[in-house]
């Protein structure tokens, strides 16, 4: 089957939604399916397989900023390789997020199969709903990754959906050679965003033992204020962007995987990644990172 899997976001920002259709598309094809991914990039793709439909503006949503390409440019892109690759079927991810995942939804060109991350709230589903109702209705089929992406989803667009948990790839995490550590090593990789807690963890450090070091790794909006108020402290390595190798290398190493998000998390990867690799997990006491730990038996959350 040839299968296209759309992603609202650029593949060469890290992201859990990215991580996932990656993911998909790989395992899609090491069982003999021809999976591509229509998706934007801000420079060179990270992998084979993808259609670059354009680079992407940083647009603020749901708490976070999200890297999409809403632009004509982008939407002609998509419209090209939805004629030129003739798929039989689509998984759109995010399918009302501008760009080329809500252009495919329009032109509806072949069997369209939706999955829905976000939870918590949404300011656009809130003041478009009959217009977004509308377009949720073109899916052929309704999926979500956990029960809190579903009560967004049901809420404002109604309809049934089926529950697809997010996957991760648990033999390349325990196979990850180990980074190399002097002492204690707590790490983190994620955007550095309120919305993800990286302040909190860094405030923390001033109570934890002078040997404990702490991995920071990612990028975002409050870099430069982060490293601007914490950069005087030589227990911090700030790593910047790192590829999937490295990541896998460092969870492998780390004594503990740290997850402060402070909202807005409808599932909980990260907290997967670290508990394949070995970490202990200490993450906030989200719902939906409840979605893949419990206290005190997979994770501490507080």
Known sequence: MKIGIICPYSVSVHGGVQMQVLGLARS????????????PSDGPPPEVGIIVVGSSVATPANGSVAPIAPGPAAQLRTLRALRDEAFDVV??????????TLTTLTVHPTPLLGTFHAAGV???YRYLRPAVRRLAARLDHRCVVSADAEALAARYLGGAYTRLWNGIDVEAHEAAELWPTDG?????????????????LLAAL?????????????DGPDREALQARYGSDSRIEWLGRIDDAEKLRRLRGADVLCAPAVRGESFGIVLLEGMAAGAAVVASDLDGYRNVATHEVDALLA
Do not use: C, N, Q
Not at 91 to 100: F, I
Not at 187 to 200: A, N, Q, S
Not at 206 to 218: F, I, K, Q, S, T
């Open 28 to 39: 899609l094809r090491a069982l003999g399916h021809d999976a591509l991914v229509l998706a």
């Open 91 to 100: 998984h759109l991810h995010e399918p009302l997020a501008p760009g080329p």
């Open 122 to 124: 949404s300011a656009a």
């Open 184 to 200: 204690p090593t707590v790490f983190f990789i994620g955007r550095h965003e309120p919305r993800k807690g990286l302040d909190v």
């Open 206 to 218: 001033a109570r934890l033992p002078a040997d404990v070091r702490v991995w920071v790794g990612g």
